[in-house]
């Protein structure tokens, strides 16, 4: 029962706290939050892309969906790298084309693969990305269940045989015996 106490507790830190982690207020507790970029203002001026609001907020969309090709578990949107901004510039020139976001993402699949994605798609071969985890986390327990403790061998007195069985065990080693000489 401790073990599978154990298991359930490692998947469920497996799975919730990257989940906390991502929910955390980015300032301490007591300090002011810091004050809003002009960009993220709205100041009733329209932008290069139309009505500076929405498309700023369908840019951070299509910007987080997408991986930095140099850093490591970093979006497009959050990386400053050169490749990122490269990236974050064709995004714009997509979106001043009126191309929505499916087709932005698509564009990007179509043109790096779909490693570029930070998420794979829920789709084909995929969905094994999606599917073992979970499998794992509910199968897993019942697994080590059938594994370990249906194995278990409950033995008498502490591991110490009966006289019983070792006498029965004597007893057909004879028979074996006399079987291989007669």
């Given at each position: 029962?401790?073990?599978?106490?154990?298991?359930?507790?490692?998947?469920?830190?497996?799975?919730?706290?990257?989940?906390?982690?991502?929910?955390?207020?980015?300032?301490?507790?007591?300090?002011?939050?810091?004050?809003?970029?002009?960009?993220?203002?709205?100041?009733?001026?329209?932008?290069?892309?139309?009505?500076?609001?929405?498309?700023?907020?369908?840019?951070?969309?299509?910007?987080?969906?997408?991986?930095?090709?140099?850093?490591?578990?970093?979006?497009?949107?959050?990386?400053?790298?050169?490749?990122?901004?490269?990236?974050?510039?064709?995004?714009?020139?997509?979106?001043?084309?009126?191309?929505?976001?499916?087709?932005?993402?698509?564009?990007?699949?179509?043109?790096?693969?779909?490693?570029?994605?930070?998420?794979?798609?829920?789709?084909?071969?995929?969905?094994?990305?999606?599917?073992?985890?979970?499998?794992?986390?509910?199968?897993?327990?019942?697994?080590?269940?059938?594994?370990?403790?249906?194995?278990?061998?409950?033995?008498?007195?502490?591991?110490?045989?009966?006289?019983?069985?070792?006498?029965?065990?004597m007893h057909d080693r004879?028979?074996?015996?006399?079987?291989?000489?007669?």
């Open positions: 029962m401790k073990l599978l106490r154990y298991a359930l507790t490692a998947g469920f830190l497996t799975f919730a706290m990257p989940q906390a982690w991502a929910q955390m207020p980015e300032s301490a507790p007591g300090m002011q939050p810091p004050p809003p970029a002009p960009e993220d203002q709205d100041t009733g001026v329209k932008g290069l892309l139309g009505n500076s609001r929405d498309n700023d907020i369908n840019f951070r969309d299509v910007a987080k969906e997408l991986r930095c090709p140099t850093c490591t578990g970093l979006s497009v949107l959050e990386s400053d790298a050169s490749f990122s901004v490269q990236i974050k510039d064709q995004v714009h020139e997509q979106m001043k084309l009126g191309k929505s976001k499916d087709e932005i993402v698509k564009y990007f699949v179509e043109r790096y693969g779909p490693w570029i994605l930070r998420e794979p798609p829920k789709e084909g071969f995929n969905l094994l990305a999606w599917g073992v985890p979970i499998a794992l986390l509910i199968g897993g327990p019942i697994l080590i269940w059938l594994l370990i403790w249906r194995r278990k061998v409950q033995f008498n007195a502490h591991g110490v045989r009966s006289t019983e069985a070792l006498i029965k065990e004879l028979q074996l015996m006399k079987e291989k000489k007669g």
